[in-house]
């Protein structure tokens, strides 16, 4: 079964064009606006500076169960040395996938969603209670100017059940990772390399605090895994220090990240790594050992017992063929700014995987889009008619 008017949205969506950086959203929000008020939503699209525009929808009434399905507008910026098959903004159909930057990560669902609210336009009054439509900027750079600052002034309102679109082949999610980065510094003393024992090379001792992080995440972190999402994990992602090679290092910076899974507090995280620092550091007093500069982003997790989280397993297992049992999501989403527009369950769900996401020829199968599609407008209209 294929869908031309679903299709031809996500066309029209790839054809606007919105990297982030430089985040500027302003041409696929009015897109947006205008499609969401043709067919009977009212809007409002707002944005804290000139570039991050985002646009919610909203139809029926306070009254009775709401329902909000929350996609981002913008996408990651093209690779310096993509070479695309296809036409990044083209939004090419060629066998049986739609290809184009963003044609997964996020503009599959962001079509799924407004495909469900135009079905549902000519009984919008018949409603009973309220479905809300988010399209959101800012996702790709942590969501601080889009959801984050729309949950926070207000502009997203409390609903019963939320659907935030990301790649999860269609399966339910009720987790995601959260995420701390640190920056991990050695200060030794220089010496000319001749005789280096005159000096304490900064390099050296962050060899030894790397493996203390090596066996942390072995000893500590894998031996207490998440049952969606699996274990926490850490990433020495850049190394930086010494001058010339004739020169002993007096300076080394590590940055780390460190992926945390739900039920770990961001605190008790930095006093465990801060506890790694002061163990090395005793080991060797000669070098001075430090960690700071945290950065947080939270994880997500949701209750699948409720009625609603029920409904919507079993609509996606009939339509799938998958399991009724919902699954993690490892990358990070803008669920975790809607935890207080939350009022019974939140999920992370879309087409397509996160692997695809991010990269060279980006697409969504025609048939995993129409399965969200069918999947969101069955439980939309069970749960709002
Ligand atoms: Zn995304």
Not at 199 to 225: C, T
Not at 265 to 282: H, S, T
Not at 286 to 301: A, G, H, K, L, P
Not at 344 to 362: C, K, L, N, R
């Amino acid at each position: 079964m294929t869908h031309p008017e679903l299709i031809s949205l996500l066309q029209s969506l790839i054809r606007i064009p919105s990297p982030n950086p430089p985040g500027d959203c302003r041409a696929i929000a009015d897109f947006c606006e205008e499609y969401l008020q043709r067919i009977g939503f009212n809007t409002t699209k707002i944005a804290p500076d000139e570039r991050a525009w985002s646009v919610i929808g909203v139809a029926g009434s306070d009254d009775g169960p709401s329902l909000l399905l929350h996609a981002h507008i913008d996408t990651v910026p093209l690779g310096q040395n993509a070479k695309w098959t296809y036409n990044p903004f083209g939004g090419d159909v060629d066998n049986g996938k739609i290809y184009g930057l963003g044609s997964v990560d996020d503009k599959a669902p962001m079509a799924a969603m407004l495909q469900v609210a135009a079905d549902l336009s000519e009984r919008l009054h018949e409603i009973k209670g309220k479905l809300v439509i988010v399209c959101a900027a800012e996702e790709e750079t942590g969501g601080v100017l889009g959801t984050k600052w729309l949950s926070e002034n207000g502009y997203i309102p409390a609903c019963d059940f939320v659907v935030v679109g990301e790649q999860t082949h269609n399966r339910m999610a009720t987790a995601h990772k959260g995420v701390l980065r640190a920056a991990f510094h050695v200060r030794g003393r220089t010496s000319h390399a001749t005789d280096p024992w005159r000096g304490r090379n900064a390099i050296n001792g962050m060899a030894h605090l790397i493996l203390d992080l090596e066996r942390y995440q072995k000893d500590v972190l894998e031996a207490r895994p998440h049952p969606l999402l699996g274990a926490a994990s850490i990433n020495v992602g850049v190394i930086q220090g010494g001058v010339s090679a004739n020169v002993v290092a007096d300076a080394c910076t590590i940055r780390v990240d460190r992926r945390m899974v739900p039920g770990e507090d961001p605190q008790v995280v930095i006093r465990e790594l801060q506890e790694i620092v002061a163990k090395r550091q005793a080991l060797d007093p000669e070098r001075s050992y430090s960690v700071d500069s945290f950065q947080i982003s939270n994880w997500f997790q949701s209750d699948a017992s409720s009625t609603l989280a029920q409904r919507f397993l079993a609509i996606c297992a009939e339509e799938t063929g998958t399991p009724a049992e919902p699954v993690g999501y490892l990358p990070g989403s803008d669920a975790k700014h809607l935890v207080n527009q939350t009022k019974q369950a939140m999920i992370v769900f879309g087409p397509g995987t996160y692997q695809v996401a991010h990269s060279t020829d980006e697409y969504t199968e025609v048939a995993e889009l129409e399965a969200t599609y069918r999947i969101l407008q069955r439980f939309a209209k069970e749960m709002l008619f």
